[in-house]
């Protein structure tokens, strides 16, 4: 299961989802929007998404967790829209028959998800100013 | 690329530097190549020198003006692999001579295009000037110019190539032709906010994806580079020789910030 929401993560329903008689184990990420960003004080972020790609690839990236650990349940859930400082950005959940596999899973899913979703992160700083994350770096030269 | 992308692309059967002279020797008395000035290769046509280094296009014109004073001069870039023999026959009978210079508009910014030009032997003493200056942008010197501009009468007759997404794009769409399409384009984050909108419906002749980001990078002023976008034609992730087909969805993607 991965959706989008613009709504506040409530943890009890994901975690609930991975209830299984054939599971031993649970483990569960939460990313939270913390207060800086490389030495920046952040007061608020806003998440973009594109959700029809990023829920597909999204649903993929947990079918392949489940192969790969055999794992009983994998779901995630990421934000959009305004966030303030605390609140959950992202969670995932899995479980499987043992743990070892559930603490690897929850990575995997947590790094593909970082790398391969359409999702956009807007920083706001106290100095009115506000940054996209990761675009610093690549901003183009026009060429004549 | 630099310059040995005019011997790697290959148009019509000729690699870009010999379908660019070949384009030229109809229209001209005599076509001459100009290369650079450490340049010791042997070529199949006349060439001339430039007299001085990492000087561009504007060093180019220098030693031609050097070498015939009071010739005029059509110059053109060697990585125009959309330019046609009717757009070069148009340009040559729009001439002024009583401009310094007879140019196209550029399609993308609406600017003098400085390398499918006309050059009187009356800009020789400005280039000269600007040059001693240290100007090297070949686009301000021409604009420092009395000048006659004409539209396109081809609209991507001077798109050029400098990557090889821009290559594959030249190599369909001259295999295939480049016909006019509808496509929507979305665009998310920082491209959103460049474009000023999130989605519109564009009108393109480029054969694949790297041509439209193309047009679109030079036209909404999108401010990254092609190396750090992602794109998704119709909701799939695709790569950026995917052609395009009419009414396609094409979704722009800056680098990902999730978690």
Redesign the interface.
């Known amino acids: 299961m991965f959706c989008l929401t613009s709504e506040p993560i409530d943890p009890s329903t994901l975690r609930d989802a991975a209830n299984n008689p054939h599971a031993g184990a649970v483990s569960i990420f939460e ?1 939270l929007v913390r207060n800086h960003h490389q030495g920046r004080k952040v007061l608020r972020l806003e ?4 959700g ?3 829920e ?2 999204g649903r993929i990236i947990l079918r392949e967790a489940i192969e790969k650990f055999d794992l009983d349940y994998a779901g995630a859930i ?1 934000r959009t829209g305004p966030l303030e400082i605390g609140e959950c ?2 969670m995932v959940v899995v479980s499987a028959p043992h743990r070892s596999e559930t603490f690897d899973a929850c990575r995997f899913v ?1 790094d593909e ?10 920083e706001f700083y106290p100095d009115g100013s506000s940054n ?4 610093e770096g ?3 030269k ?3 | 690329m630099g310059r040995d992308k005019a011997d790697l692309m290959v148009v019509d059967g000729l690699s870009m530097r010999d379908r660019g002279m070949e384009l030229l020797g109809a229209v001209t008395a005599k076509s001459f190549l100009a290369i650079a000035e450490d340049d010791d290769r042997q070529y199949h046509h006349p060439t001339i020198q430039d007299l001085r280094e990492n000087a561009g296009p504007m060093a180019g014109l220098e030693s031609a003006f050097r070498h015939s004073p009071e010739a005029t001069w059509l110059v053109t870039a060697c990585d125009l692999p959309f330019l046609t023999a009717p757009t070069l026959q148009y340009l040559v009978e729009s001439r002024d001579p009583t401009s310094d210079a007879t140019c196209f508009t550029s399609r993308f910014d609406g600017k003098p295009e400085p390398l499918c030009t006309i050059y009187e032997p009356s800009s020789h003493s400005s280039l000269e000037r600007m040059l001693s200056g240290g100007v090297r ?1 070949a ?1 301000r010197f021409l604009s420092s110019l009395t000048r006659k501009e004409i539209e396109l009468p081809e609209l991507s007759a001077l798109d050029n190539c ?1 990557r090889p997404e821009d290559l594959e794009e030249a190599r369909l769409s001259l295999n295939h032709g480049r016909t006019l399409k509808n496509v929507l384009v ?1 665009y ?3 491209l ?1 906010e460049d474009a000023g909108c999130a989605s519109e419906e564009v009108q393109t002749r480029s054969v694949t994806a790297a041509g439209l980001w193309e047009e679109l ?2 036209s909404r ?5 092609i ?2 976008v ?1 794109i ?1 034609i119709n ?3 695709r790569s950026w020789n995917q052609p395009l087909a009419e009414e396609d969805k094409v ?1 722009l ?7």
């Open positions: 990313g998440y973009e998404a594109h029809p790609v990023a597909k690839e990421h950005a992202v947590i998800v970082k790398r391969r979703l359409p999702i956009w992160k807007k996209w994350v990761g675009c690549c901003t183009g026009h060429q004549h | 942008c686009r400098n979305e998310c984050g920082v959103r990078r030079m002023r999108l401010s990254l580079e190396d750090s992602k998704a909701d799939e992730f979704t993607f800056p680098p990902f910030a999730g978690g």
